[in-house]
C-alpha cells in the first residue's frame, strides 16, 4: 500500500503538463476578466487562464515570488494562518483551485470573498471518486503536500456557500496521470469516476 501510495505521488509531482482541472477552469471563465487566483502556488493555473482567456491575473500565496515558475501575472504574498481576505479591490473572478479544502474556515474566506466578487470558481477532491473510497490516504500525506482539513462530495460542499449564493454549473474532471482517459468518457455516474469537482458559484 505504501509502495503504491509513492508511485502515485511520484507520478503527480514529476508530470510535467499543466493538470487538466485547470483547462476545465479555463473553460469556465468569461474572456477578458479580472481576476484572482487564490493559493495559486507556482503560477501554472494563473499562466493558462492568461492564454486560454486572457484573463487579467492576480495570484496570491504563501511562497516567495522568487519559487514562482511563472511571473507573467501579479503576485502577492500572503501572510499564514489568517482568515481575514487580504484584498479590498473588486474581482470579477475569484478561483480557489483545490485551496479551500485545506483553510481552516472556508466558509468564513467565502463570505469575505463574495464581497469582492459576484462569482468564484472552485476545485476540491470529490470524495465520491471510487479510488478515495478505496484507498482513503490518497486524499492526505504522503499523495498531497499537506493534509486536507475538510472533504466534500457535491452535497456536503454545498452546505459551505454562503447565504444568497448559488451553484450555477459544475463539471468534474480527473488529473492522476493513470485515470486521465476518464475525462472524456460521458459516464452517467460521472462523479464516481472523476477525482475533482469544479464548479461556478455565484450571487443568486
Not at 55 to 64: F, N, P, R
Not at 69 to 90: A, D, I, L, Q, T
Request: glycine share 2%; with cysteine; proline share 6%.
Amino acid at each position: 500500500m505504501k509502495k503504491l501510495l509513492r508511485n502515485i505521488r511520484r507520478k503527480l509531482i514529476d508530470n510535467t503538463k499543466p493538470l487538466p482541472k485547470y483547462y476545465k477552469i479555463a473553460e469556465m471563465l468569461e474572456k477578458n476578466k479580472k481576476v484572482l487566483d487564490f493559493g495559486c502556488w507556482q503560477g501554472d493555473l494563473s499562466k493558462i487562464l492568461i492564454e486560454k482567456s486572457n484573463a487579467l491575473v492576480t495570484g496570491c500565496d504563501l511562497i516567495e515570488d522568487s519559487k514562482l515558475k511563472h511571473k507573467n501575472f501579479n503576485y502577492v504574498k500572503v501572510s499564514p494562518g489568517k482568515n481575514n481576505f487580504p484584498f479590498k479591490e473588486k474581482f470579477d473572478y475569484i478561483i480557489f483551485a483545490d485551496v479551500i479544502e485545506h483553510l481552516e474556515n472556508p466558509k468564513e474566506i467565502l463570505n469575505q470573498a463574495f464581497k469582492h466578487t459576484d462569482k468564484c470558481i472552485i476545485s476540491i477532491p470529490n470524495l465520491n471518486f471510487f479510488l478515495y473510497k478505496l484507498f482513503p490516504k490518497l486524499e492526505n500525506p504522503p499523495i498531497e503536500l499537506t493534509p486536507h482539513l475538510h472533504h466534500w462530495t457535491l452535497k456536503s460542499f454545498s452546505k459551505v456557500i454562503p447565504f444568497g449564493v448559488k451553484i450555477n454549473r459544475i463539471s468534474y474532471v480527473t488529473d492522476f496521470p493513470e485515470f486521465r482517459w476518464a475525462n472524456y468518457f460521458p459516464f452517467k455516474n460521472k462523479s464516481f469516476f472523476n477525482q475533482t469537482l469544479v464548479m461556478e458559484i455565484r450571487k443568486d
